[in-house]
T-cell receptor, first 113, second 113 residues
Framework: QQQVKQSPQSLIVQKGGIPIINCAYE??????FPWYQQFPGKGPALLIA?????SEKKEGRFTISFNKSAKQFSLHIMDSQPGDSATYFC????????????FGTGTLLAVQP | DAGVIQSPRHEVTEMGQEVTLRCKPI?????LFWYRQTMMRGLELLIY????????DSGMPEDRFSAKMPNASFSTLKIQPSEPRDSAVYFC???????????FGSGTRLTVV
């Protein structure tokens, strides 16, 4: 019940395309849903995050869509660029002071020029 | 701010040897997390500390793994004896307790031959 399921495992898009990465969860106690971006040889870095009281959050070219009833959330990258090629992880945290971060399995995105 | 600092960046050791990974969290961050990343299992939380106290070590795979945080600016993850299946990238992350944003280090790539 603490899992976060992520799909697809890998994704290839052309420059300017809109890759979409999907995640689903079971535990309704999760109260914070961040996305992390990881480049080769680096640690994951926080990209954008959302709380379940909103249905959408946009920061630059990155948008999170959140469907609380379906227990699903997704990341959209508008006007994707080759520099966006990276591994993307969705995650969720349980409420309270512990804030233990549970990661999805990751999506390897390649944006072709 | 230098971020979360991990050392060494790469470690190659022989099976049976002791390995010690080190982490310096961001100053003022009082929660520290150790993660392990592999292709097969993704990002797994091994253990985390709040105010230098271990809170949850349920992710530590075996008794061969141990972690300490003797003060607010230093933590170690030790594997003794090491085995080839311990080969992975080990990440340390820190955040302010109760806060949302985790900052990850660049990781230690461990290879046990």
């Amino acid at each position: 019940q603490q899992q976060v399921k992520q799909s697809p495992q890998s994704l290839i898009v052309q420059k300017g395309g809109i890759p979409i990465i999907n995640c689903a969860y079971e535990n309704t106690a999760f109260d914070y849903f961040p996305w992390y971006q990881q480049f080769p040889g680096k640690g994951p870095a926080l990209l954008i995050a959302i709380r379940p009281d909103v249905s959408e959050k946009k920061e630059g070219r990155f948008t999170i869509s959140f469907n609380k009833s379906a227990k699903q959330f997704s990341l959209h990258i508008m006007d994707s660029q080759p520099g966006d090629s990276a591994t993307y992880f969705c995650a969720a945290t349980l409420g309270g002071a512990t804030n233990k971060l549970i990661f999805g399995t990751g999506t390897l995105l390649a944006v072709q020029p | 701010d230098a971020g979360v600092i991990q050392s060494p960046r790469h470690e190659v050791t022989e099976m049976g040897q002791e390995v010690t990974l080190r982490c310096k969290p961001i100053s003022g961050h009082n929660s520290l997390f150790w993660y392990r990343q592999t292709m097969m299992r993704g990002l797994e939380l091994l253990i985390y500390f709040n105010n230098n106290v271990p809170i949850d070590d349920s992710g530590m795979p075996e008794d061969r793994f141990s972690a300490k945080m003797p003060n607010a600016s230093f933590s170690t993850l030790k594997i003794q004896p090491s085995e080839p299946r311990d080969s992975a990238v080990y990440f340390c992350a820190s955040r302010v307790t109760g806060g949302s944003g985790y900052t990850f280090g660049s990781g230690t790539r461990l290879t046990v031959v």
